[in-house]
Nanobody
Framework: QAQLVESGGGLVQPGGSLRLSCAAS???????MGWFRQVPDTEREFVAT????????TYADSIRGRFTISRDNANNAVYLQMNNLKPEDTGVYYC??????????????????WGQGTQVTVSS
């Protein structure tokens, strides 16, 4: 499976925006792609997922309406636009690719490739 590299994290004030990017080393066009996040001493949590055809996305309740997942299959990239950020959005954000092609994925166990993560800190 493709290797994934996240970028775009950083420090932002509450109410601000960030756009995370995930670059894949190979084709991701057949795979659902997702974003997860984790804070120290807690389990990694689901943020958003987008199917291979870009016509079905699902979001965690905590970020719905503020975050948008998108993908560019031609360039093997996935994005997470994060608006109206809150301090509780702080964490390491991970990009992930589903284990199997043409399979919807929302649980961690359904994803087989992970990036190294990018830190997002929301603080004034």
């Amino acid at each position: 499976q493709a290797q994934l590299v996240e970028s775009g994290g950083g420090l932002v004030q509450p109410g601000g925006s960030l756009r995370l990017s995930c670059a894949a080393s190979g084709s991701i066009s057949r795979y659902a792609m997702g974003w997860f996040r984790q804070v120290p001493d807690t389990e990694r949590e689901f943020v958003a997922t987008l199917n291979w055809g870009t016509n079905w996305a699902t979001y965690a309740d905590s970020i719905r309406g503020r975050f948008t997942i998108s993908r560019d299959n031609a360039n093997n990239a996935v994005y997470l636009q994060m608006n109206n950020l809150k301090p509780e959005d702080t964490g390491v954000y991970y990009c992930a690719a589903a284990r199997s092609p043409f399979t919807l994925a929302t649980r961690q166990s359904e994803f087989g490739s992970w990036g190294q993560g990018t830190q997002v800190t929301v603080s004034s």
